[in-house]
Structure formats: C-alpha cells, structure tokens
C-alpha cells in the first residue's frame, strides 16, 4: 500500500473532532471531580451547612434537632479526622471550620434559608476557604482534554517513512527518579502535598537527594511516609532513611538504598581507639563512614554507654569489638561483670581479672571500684578540678556488665550501686557499658537516674522480638522504623545479627557492627593501674560454676569436716578430708577458708588439683580450686 492511499484511507480531522462531539460528559465529569476533589472539599462543607440549616428552619420543633444533631455529629467528626491527620496550625484551621459549621447551622435553622444569616455563611465559608484553595490549587492546568484530542488529531496524520520519525533518548535516573516523587508524593492530594525533591545524586548504593515542605510542615512528617517512599520507588521495608540537614526544619536529606550492603559481613580490621576516644564500630548502610563508640571525652572524662538488644541480635559481639579494643589499648584497663553467670563472655574468662559471675561477687567489685575512683581524688584535686584524662600514669576503668538486666531487676543494692557509679565516676575516668535485651527503664531497675546517665553517653540499640519504650534510649530525632521491625533475616537468609541504630550518632541511619569472630586471637595488654590504686585488695572472685559446689543438701559441710579434723586428720589433707566426709574439693576449699588457712593450704589445693589431672593454667586452677585468678596465677608461680 502506497503512502497515498494510506492518507486517503485515513480519519480526517474533521470527522474525528464530530466523532468526539457526541462523546457523553459523565465520564468527563467523573475525571475533573476527582482531579479537583480537594478542591471542592470547602464547596461540599457550605452547602451541607447550608442544607443542615435550611432543613432545620423548613422543619417544626422539636424535629427540627435531628438535622442540628446530624450536623453537629458530621462537623464533630470532620475535626476529628482533621486532628488526626495533621498538626499545628492545621488543626486550629479545622477547628475554626467546624465551629463556625455548627455556628451557622443553628442560625440558618432559627432565622431561615433565606435570612441574613445565611448570606453571611456564604461570605465567611468562602472567605475561611481561601487558605484552603490556595494549599490545594492546581499547579498545572488541566489538559487531559486537550491531550486525547492530540492523540486522535496525531492519529489521522499521514504515516512517514520510519527513516523519518525522530528518536528520543530515554530520561536520566536522577530524572525518573524526580518523575516519580512529583506524581506520587508531591502532588496535590498526595502524602506530602506540595514537597520538592532536589539535588538527587546516585551512589553505590543507590541515591540521596535534598527534600523540601511547604511551611508550616516538619521534615519529622518524612518518617512517617517511609514505607510510602519505599512503595514508589519499589523497594523493600527499611530502604528509606530522612535525616535532618541542620539549615532548616522544612528541608531533610533522603537516603534510598537500592541494593543493601549491610548484607555483607564487615570484619574488624584492628584497633581503631584514638585520641578522640572513640573507634569505629558499626557500618552505615549507605556504606559511608562507619559509626563510631566513645569511650571518653577529651578534656569532659569518662562515657557511659548501653547496647541493647534481644536474643541472637548481636550484642555480645558488639561487646567483644569494645573489650577487643579496651584490651589492646596502653590507657584502658577494662572489667567485666557477666549477668548470665559466665556464659555470655566466655571468651574473656581468664584475660580480665576483675570478672564477676554472680550477684555478689558484682557488688563487690562496684564497690571495689567506687573505693579505687575515690584514690584518684588528690590526682584531681592537683589538676585544679576538671576531670581526669585517660593516660598510661591514670588509665581509663571502663566496666562492661553484660545482661545487666538479671542483676538490675533483682537486687537494689546492685541498682543504687550503679546509680552512685555512673553519676560520679565519670570524672575519675570510670565508665560504666551496659547490655541488656530490651531498652526499657524495667530493666534499669526502674532506675531514671541511671537512664538519664546513659542517655549522656553511647546508646547501640539492636533488633528487638517485643515492643518497648524506644523513647527511654532516642536522643534527639526519631528513627525511621521501630526496633522491633527489624528483621532477623536478610534477603539472601543470612542472619542479621549486629543489625541496629547508633542512637546518640549524628546520623539516624539503619548499621551494623563490625564482626571479630574470636577475642583470643589479638593480644591482651595487662594495664596496670597507678600505685595508688594497686594497694587496695582486689575482691575475691567466686569462679564460674562453683556456686553449684554447695548444694541445700550440703548444709553440714563444715560440721563434717570439724568432725575429720577432731579425729585425727590433718586439714592439710585434702584428699583425706574429701575421704572421710564425702565432700568435693570446693566443699572443703570453702571451709579451709573459712577457718582463715594461710598460704600453705592454698598451695595444698592447687598441688592436690594439678595430682588430680588439671591443667597447669591459671583459668583451670581457679575453676578447679575456687580461687579467684590473681590467687590462682600467685600460685602457680610456686610450682
């Protein structure tokens, strides 16, 4: 066919444009009322007042309160929903509306349909719908019309030569990306009416760009439309993150990752402790900078901090990278207590010292150290005041108490201890690091005070199975998604152990920690603390375990063994007081002990452990004998 005949085969204009003459309006109608729906809000709002009130004045008494009462219900409920979706000065704006609603109701309804009253309806309704059309009005004209007639007009031209037809080169990302944030967000009538998204710049993974509101809004209203955002672009749950920009509260930097690297283990790559007191520990998903801990402040003494987060999320990880990096530091000389009775840290078993397992033996070092903090007070006061600077003459005591909760919850001495801790060793260049599963002031011991004390220094908050008070540990803006909706699995099935937030950083953005699979393979520098500190006595600590040693059942122990002894038994001999009682080596250590045994019978319970077939280390020895470490490594230097 010839390009001829196609032309003669064709629609001419003419014919289509009487073609579309005889095309039916309620379609038409339809597709402009739900174009201009927001605007026609304050039009349908006058003349339901005004029918309200018509109904009411055409009606007798007392029938004519059921159309007031209806009235009156919709108004009612018309502010409530307003309240509801918006804030600030909107609502005032939606309660003005409603009264004066109400108002002329009952005026229309007492003095008539065509009274004064209604003529000043007309005249305050339109007057109090100006800043509503001027939100709501049309960016752009309405050419839809037009447009299809464009398309039919396009049509009957002649068909050119493909050689002819030009081509167009498809729309940049950043261009696409602007595109859709305007049809879908921006909007009149969308989620965020009225915003502009600017200044979009790709990266590795994905794209960030510069979000402006209109006034009277609040970037804070970005989070609540993140799953939103996330649905235009086509993206999974926790892709989307708003941050402020610190010029103005109307503008928020937009973080979109479209492929997630948090999904690829970053490993510790060594110590990263500087000057400033911090190191890095977690990684940002946008793959920047990673996030980093404070241990101390210069020149403002020792941090606090809290990591938080339920089972399997991570947080004895988190702790290993702290200690790890404690323990390879010449300023920092760390401690532990471990809630979960030796089990939570077992890696650090043997290479901290200072290490409590249960309750007690957790007092006992808090105030071990309050006693140490109160040695550095001349040190303090021949500074002139301040605080003291973490230093290899004056190092850095942090205390790390893992699953804090179980102690905290359980005992108030251990609360107030903590309490007295964290509000006044910071300055002696304490710190104190909690772990707990849940971030509420519950397992603070319902503490405020130490709450308030950890909220000044570090808060890593990891996922959660259960909700809780988030604002307990939020510092400064809100997160983008709740801790418990964190997921536990990646999309590729590996678990997401060290997923979480940094609350106290800059940036509120979705991280997670850097991974060290096993303490023991990097160093452990023994700080030691000044002579000062060194001359008070270290509390003995009970090993792990052997607390069990002592059962209800055993509660004649020492009658047992003063019996032996009466008949002739040495108490030097172990293994014939172990014969004659019945009793364990732990048993019998607990009573020679109690009875004041000097060195010797401490030298008699290692010998007798080493006869039995336990290991020449100092870890094995204390779990064997019941001594604390420093008795156990002073001991075995004598054999």
């Known amino acids: 066919m010839t390009a001829a005949t196609q032309v003669e085969s064709g629609p001419t204009i003419d014919q289509d444009q009487d073609t579309g003459g005889e095309q039916k309006w309620g379609p038409e109608a339809l597709r402009l009322a739900r174009r201009y729906r927001n605007s026609l809000i304050p039009v349908a709002a006058i003349a339901a007042t005004y029918g309200v009130g018509a109904t009411a004045a055409a009606t007798e008494m007392p029938t004519d309160l059921v159309p007031l009462g209806i009235g009156a219900i ?5 502010y409530m929903y307003a309240a ?5 000065v909107q609502k005032v704006y939606a309660g003005i509306a409603a009264v004066a609603s109400e108002m002329f109701q009952l005026g229309i309804g007492v003095f008539g349909g065509s009274s004064l009253a209604a003529a000043m309806m007309f005249v305050v309704g339109s007057a109090l719908s100006l800043p509503w059309w001027i939100k709501h009005s049309e960016p752009d004209p309405d050419v839809t019309a037009e447009q299809a007639f464009a398309v039919k ?9 493909a050689a002819e037809v030009p081509t167009q080169e498809a729309p940049a990302e950043e261009e696409v990306v602007v595109t859709l944030w305007d049809k879908h967000l921006g909007a009149s009538g969308k989620r965020l009416a009225g915003s502009q998204l600017t200044n979009v710049e790709s990266f590795e993974y994905g794209w960030t760009g510069l979000v402006e509101l209109q006034t009277e809004d609040h970037w804070h209203q970005i989070l609540g439309v993140t799953k939103t955002v996330a649905s235009v672009y086509d993206l999974p749950d926790g892709r989307v993150f708003p941050e402020a920009t610190g010029t103005s509260v109307r503008r928020a930097k937009l973080t979109v990752i479209e492929r997630d690297p948090l999904e690829e283990v970053r490993r510790w790559q060594g110590p990263g402790l500087n000057e400033s007191g911090t190191f890095p520990l977690m990684t940002p998903a946008d793959g920047g900078e990673p996030l980093r801990y404070r241990l101390w402040t210069p020149g403002g003494g020792a941090n606090h901090g809290l990591i938080s987060g339920g089972t399997r999320s991570g947080k004895s990880k988190v702790l290993d990278v702290a200690l790890t990096e404690c323990a390879m530091s010449l300023i920092t000389r760390p401690m532990i207590i471990d809630g979960g009775g030796g089990g939570s840290l077992v890696q650090w078993l043997g290479r901290v010292e200072e290490y409590a397992t249960n309750l007690n033996d957790a007092k006992e070092l808090v105030k071990y150290l ?16 301040g605080s003291i600077e973490p230093s290899e003459e004056h190092p ?3 205390l790390f108490i893992d699953e ?6 359980a005992d108030k001495e251990f609360v107030r201890l903590c309490e007295r801790y964290a509000q006044q060793l910071a300055k002696y260049a304490f710190g104190l690091h909690l772990s707990t599963q849940v971030p509420s002031l519950e397992q603070l011991g ?7 004390q950890l909220k000044t220094g570090t808060i890593v908050a990891l996922r959660i199975t259960e909700g809780s008070n988030q604002s307990m540990i939020s510092v400064g803006h809100p997160l983008p998604e709740k801790l418990k909706d964190l997921p536990a699995e990646f999309s590729n099935g590996q678990p997401t152990r060290g997923l979480g937030y940094v609350m106290t950083a800059e940036r509120k953005i979705r991280s997670r920690a850097l991974y060290l699979e096993n303490p023991k393979d990097f160093p452990f520098v023994d700080v030691p603390l000044e002579p000062a500190l060194r001359a008070v006595p270290v509390p003995t600590m009970t090993a792990p375990g052997t607390e069990e040693l002592v059962t209800p059942e055993d509660v004649d122990v020492s009658n047992k063994i003063a019996d032996a002894i009466a008949e002739g038994i040495e108490p030097s001999d172990i293994h014939g007081l172990m014969q004659a009682t019945g009793c364990t080596l732990g048993q019998i250590k607990q009573a020679v002990s109690k009875w004041g045994s000097g060195a010797s019978s401490v030298d008699d319970l290692v010998a007798h452990a080493l006869a039995d077939g336990c290991a020449k280390n100092p870890v094995d020895i204390m779990q064997a004998t019941g001594l604390s470490l420093g008795q156990a490594r002073e001991v075995l230097k004598r054999f």
């Not at 509801?84 to 600030?88: A, F, Q």
């Not at 309050?370 to 005041?385: E, H, M, V, Y």
């Not at 804090?404 to 919850?409: D, K, P, R, T």
């Not at 319902?446 to 308030?452: D, I």
Request: charged share 20%; net charge positive; aromatic share 2%.
């Open 74 to 78: 919709g108004a009612g409920g018309a």
């Open 396 to 398: 850095l005591v942090p």
């Open 153 to 161: 007009a396009e049509q009957s031209r002649p068909v050119l030569p």
């Open 370 to 385: 309050l006693n140490l903090a109160s040695k550095r007070r001349p040190a303090l006061i021949d500074q002139g005041g």
């Open 84 to 88: 509801k979706h918006t804030n600030g």
């Open 404 to 409: 804090a909760h179980e102690f905290l919850m």
């Open 446 to 452: 319902g503490s405020g005070a130490l709450r308030g």
